[in-house]
């Protein structure tokens, strides 16, 4: 995953999941990632192979409702422009302009690409495919799916910042409780604020860790518009979703990101299975902070 991790769980039979937890890891890594010559994905990506695993398929799913119900704001064939922009694995274009960025989203579009079996289709050979922006958070999902299978209710799995717990921290006797960062720019950490989690998922994405600046000082966020190809540009510096698994908490972070606070705003109305914690600047570049849908204060 690129990434650090943290599971901390109580277990009456005090054993040690170290081994089995490795193994999902690199079951998950071998069907998703795309820092991987041979994953499942890349070959995918390479036009080598079409099959796909129980992993693949089950993010696959979930990123079509999401790219659906997000009106295409959430879309995994973004990977393409990701690349060009250099926030990817491919290495960028050098010399990127509007030509070449519009000559590249003729392959973007999720719904260019679709599941029959254990084979995914793609309508275009040149679509690339990415679930870096789902993966992480399904990654969580499957090590506390494997724990509930162990029989372990009180746990809390952490990797690279996205996080799922259950029950409570067993040596406090509380809540699992766990922080929301300021965003700053130079890479420092300061906790915002201090929340409690119970049997749900929290999933955070900004633009003040990951981004780029050109020659002229211009700030470029990591995360891509999928409609114009561009980095997006919102005052939006950060968003924390809570949902019931990791993986839709991962991805709706990453599509709010790419809306926008106003139609954010709107979506979480006609969603109240989502909340949402936002940190945007203010017309006077000032941070302000909004809580929706009751995420926890």
């Not at 050098?94 to 029959?116: E, N, P």
């Not at 993966?135 to 990797?159: H, P, Q, R, S, T």
């Not at 989502?274 to 940190?279: D, G, R, S, V």
Request: hydrophobic letters at 35%; aromatic letters at 12%; glycine letters at 6%.
């Amino acid at each position: 995953f690129g990434t650090s991790y943290t599971i901390q769980y109580y277990d009456e039979e005090d054993r040690d999941l170290k081994e089995q937890i490795d193994s999902v890891f690199y079951e998950v890594n071998r069907s998703m990632s795309t820092y991987m010559p041979n994953s499942m994905i890349s070959r995918i990506n390479r036009n080598e192979d079409s099959l796909i695993d129980h992993h693949f398929h089950r993010v696959f799913l979930k990123s079509k409702e999401i790219y659906r119900l997000t009106d295409g704001a959430f879309d995994p064939t973004i990977g393409i422009i990701v690349n060009a922009w250099d926030f990817g694995p491919e290495g960028n274009i050098k010399g990127l302009d509007s030509i070449k960025i519009d000559s590249l989203m003729r392959f973007v579009g999720f719904d260019k690409v679709s599941s029959s079996g254990p084979i995914v289709i793609k309508e275009n050979p040149n679509t690339f495919i990415d679930f870096n922006a789902i993966a992480k958070g399904y990654g969580v999902d499957a090590i506390a799916e494997l724990l509930e299978f162990k029989g372990i209710d009180n746990y809390l799995v952490e990797i690279g910042g996205e996080i799922r717990a259950k029950g409570k921290n067993v040596e406090s006797d509380k809540l699992w409780k766990v922080g929301v960062e300021e965003p700053r720019f130079d890479s420092s950490q300061s906790v915002l604020k201090a929340i409690s989690l119970k049997d749900e998922a929290l999933a955070t994405s900004g633009t003040y860790r990951k981004f780029k600046i050109d020659e002229n000082g211009n700030r470029y966020s990591h995360i891509i518009d999928a409609k114009t190809g561009y980095p997006s540009k919102t005052n939006l510096l950060s968003i924390s979703v809570i949902a019931e698994d990791c993986m839709t908490a991962d991805a709706y972070a990453t599509a709010f990101k790419a809306m926008g606070l106003e139609n954010v705003k709107i979506f979480l109305k006609d969603h109240p299975e989502l909340k949402a914690f936002l940190i945007f600047e203010n017309y006077n570049k000032e941070l302000e902070t909004l809580s929706l849908n009751g995420f926890p204060e």
